[in-house]
């Protein structure tokens, strides 16, 4: 079984087992906004924080100031091309032809003439980027947010977007869980620092903030209703 699949599993057995005493019947605990924060949710974040510190970061800003920003970005669009594939797959989901289609293109262009999105030459000639994953899909069907979750080592997430999580990262579409052994540590941790390296200038503002807890709380939560509603009508109620 696959990492971070364990994971997933491991904190849904968590709160399964803490909600009735945390929170009360199961219908208040799908409309609560964070019925989790304090059994849960920020002990999980304190130890995100303590892990990201004392390891993610100082690893992403020595990979940043140290591999030259060519290889950065090749590796960066790279997987980007990987997440085009997911991409695609929601946008079919939720009947985006038009903008399949497109994303259907930058795949093609990519992984061939740009050597397996080493370089991103769809960009280059105006096929746009975006981003579907399967939790955006079941948001796009109305299925309801649920209580918002920290995930060990994964960050924010949503009961909703937790589900939508596993199958992305569990699915044949995910070249890199079809990779074995070695091959799969060493992918899935160069991702990582690459999306660790995006996340820099945001989670530095995030952690100096007042309650960095609540700001990653409010950012996520609107991030992901931008997302779903592809930026057109977004509540803009906040945590503050």
Do not use: H
């Given at each position: 079984?696959?990492?971070?699949?364990?994971?997933?599993?491991?904190?849904?057995?968590?709160?399964?087992?803490?909600?009735?005493?945390?929170?009360?019947?199961?219908?208040?605990?799908?409309?609560?906004?964070?019925?989790?924060?304090?059994?849960?949710?920020?002990?999980?974040?304190?130890?995100?924080?303590?892990?990201?510190?004392?390891?993610?970061?100082?690893?992403?800003?020595?990979?940043?100031?140290?591999?030259?920003?060519?290889?950065?970005?090749?590796?960066?669009?790279?997987?980007?091309?990987?997440?085009?594939?997911?991409?695609?797959?929601?946008?079919?989901?939720?009947?985006?032809?038009?903008?399949?289609?497109?994303?259907?293109?930058?795949?093609?262009?990519?992984?061939?003439?740009?050597?397996?999105?080493?370089?991103d030459v769809a960009s280059e000639i105006g096929l746009s980027k975006t981003n579907e994953d399967f939790g955006q899909t079941l948001g796009y069907w109305g299925v309801p947010e649920g209580p918002y979750i920290v995930l060990p080592i994964l960050g924010p997430s949503s009961l909703r977007d937790t589900a939508g999580l596993y199958i992305d990262l569990s699915s044949d579409l995910n070249v890199i869980n079809n990779l074995d052994g070695t091959e799969e540590l060493a992918a899935t941790s160069l991702k990582t620092i690459d999306k660790r390296v995006e996340l820099l200038p945001a989670t530095d503002l995030i952690n100096r903030s007042f309650d960095p807890y609540i700001t990653m709380r409010s950012a996520y939560r609107q991030k992901r209703q931008n997302e779903i509603n592809d930026g057109k009508g977004v509540n803009s109620s906040s945590d503050f």
């Open positions: 079984m696959k990492l971070k699949a364990i994971i997933i599993y491991f904190f849904l057995g968590l709160l399964s087992c803490n909600a009735k005493s945390a929170i009360g019947p199961i219908d208040i605990f799908l409309n609560e906004n964070d019925p989790l924060e304090e059994t849960i949710n920020r002990p999980i974040f304190e130890f995100n924080q303590v892990l990201d510190k004392n390891i993610m970061e100082p690893v992403a800003v020595s990979y940043r100031d140290n591999i030259p920003t060519e290889i950065q970005s090749g590796v960066s669009n790279f997987f980007s091309n990987l997440s085009d594939i997911k991409t695609l797959a929601n946008q079919i989901l939720q009947f985006k032809l038009a903008e399949g289609t497109e994303t259907l293109g930058r795949l093609l262009v990519n992984t061939t003439v740009g050597i397996l999105g080493v370089f």
